[in-house]
């Protein structure tokens, strides 16, 4: 499924037409027409307000060979934590460190609650050692 038919099949399963779904992400009508239609791609910050307004991940916007709207979502607020910290690049970091951890729960039924701890647990140890490291070493001149 592409980036086009997943923004249109999930605004439909919200019941939001074009016009709601832009007000929700904060662009034009003509921009999301132009998502659904002509192949346009959004930008990350842009893909992440779509996914939280249509309540599905932000993996299955921006890769084609995802398939489940909901895969990678509970890692969604734990990423945001960290990116409104330390910017992008920490986001990706901790998305991975998630990810890899995941795979601790493979094979195995784990509790959303227990899943959400493992990860809040996981984004506290990162976002301690980056303010550690911050101190430390101050930060990089641009």
Do not use: W
Not at 34 to 60: F, P, W
Not at 121 to 136: F, G
């Amino acid at each position: 499924m592409t980036f086009s038919d997943k923004i249109k099949v999930s605004r439909e399963l919200c019941n939001l037409t074009q016009q709601q779904l832009a007000d929700k992400v904060g662009v034009s009508k003509r921009t999301i027409a132009s998502y659904e239609s002509s192949g346009a791609i959004a930008r990350s910050s842009t893909m992440r307000k779509l996914a939280v307004a249509l309540n599905v991940s932000y993996d299955y916007l921006s890769n084609d060979e995802v398939t489940d709207p909901k895969q990678g979502i509970e890692k969604i607020n734990h990423i945001e934590e960290v990116r409104g910290q330390f910017g992008d690049k920490a986001a990706l970091e901790v998305d991975e460190l998630l990810e890899r951890n995941a795979a601790l729960f493979a094979g195995g039924e784990l509790s959303e609650e227990a899943k959400d701890a493992f990860f809040t647990a996981v984004t506290k140890a990162y976002l301690e050692c980056k303010e550690e490291a911050r101190k430390t070493y101050g930060r990089k001149k641009k």
